[in-house]
């Protein structure tokens, strides 16, 4: 089965960096996409920022500039690079994997904290 383990969470200031990693395993696939969602307290799931297999990138308007995605396809590794921070970025990062294979496959990592100090 399918399993995300994400790293890299952690206590930083605002205006400082930290870098999130997300390894997958038990997928004989590439993931069509993968990408981080994050959750703040009280409020919805929302998207950060997602790549496709092809390389094409999608972020959340708050975040561009600041945060940059990058993959490793053949280890089925996604990166976040956070830089920038504010305290509005504080929130439990998810790890997103989508396969399509007759359907959509969609898998989650347990999450890491992000907390951004002022």
């Known amino acids: 089965q399918v399993q995300l383990v994400e790293s890299g969470g952690g206590l930083a200031e605002a205006g400082g960096s930290l870098r999130l990693s997300c390894t997958a395993s038990?997928?004989?696939?590439?993931?069509?996409?993968m990408g981080w969602y994050r959750q703040a307290p009280g409020k919805q799931r929302e998207l950060v920022a997602v790549m496709a297999s092809d390389g094409s990138t999608n972020y959340a308007e708050s975040v561009k500039g600041r945060f940059a995605i990058s993959r490793d396809n053949a280890m089925n590794m996604v990166y976040l690079q956070m830089n920038s921070l504010k305290p509005e970025d504080t929130a439990v990062y998810y790890c997103n994997a989508k396969l399509i294979n007759l359907r959509v496959y969609t898998y989650w990592g347990q999450g890491t904290q992000v907390t951004v100090s002022s």
């Open positions: 038990g997928s004989r696939f590439r993931f069509n996409a």
